[in-house]
Nanobody, 124 residues
Framework: QVQLVESGGGLVQAGDSLRVSCAASGRSFSIYAMGWFRQAPGKEREFVATISWTGGTTRYADSVKGRFTISRDNAKNTLYLQMNSLKPEDTAVYYC?????????????????WGQGTQVTVSS
């Protein structure tokens, strides 16, 4: 059984930085791609970033490119999302999810396990 637990969310001001983490339990974290998604009130869940199992390949949504950085520490079974220059439109619940061992994907259909989410609120 795989469990993903996000942490690190909170209330920040526009322009601030925040890092959210995702601790994974269960086997074989290191061989799966991982991703971050977010869902704002009244909107559909959207892709934010993804990273390959080695950490060598990443991909970002255009809306966060250049501001957010996804990374992972396979020794600690932990996924990270460093968020800089935060904007009010980044306000959402952020979810981590386990992808496939074959490579990265921006589609939520390619992710099988999801965390419960962590709230990030950016005030203007």
């Amino acid at each position: 059984q795989v469990q993903l637990v996000e942490s690190g969310g909170g209330l920040v001001q526009a322009g601030d930085s925040l890092r959210v983490s995702c601790a994974a339990s269960g086997r074989s974290f290191s061989i799966y791609a991982m991703g971050w998604f977010r869902q704002a009130p009244g909107k559909e869940r959207e892709f934010v970033a993804t990273i390959s199992w080695t950490g060598g390949t990443t991909r970002y949504a255009d809306s966060v490119k250049g501001r957010f950085t996804i990374s992972r520490d396979n020794a600690k079974n932990t996924l990270y999302l460093q968020m800089n220059s935060l904007k009010p439109e980044d306000t959402a619940v952020y979810y981590c999810a386990r992808g496939k061992p074959t490579g990265i994907s921006i589609s939520s259909y390619d992710y099988d396990y999801w965390g419960q989410g962590t709230q990030v609120t950016v005030s203007s």
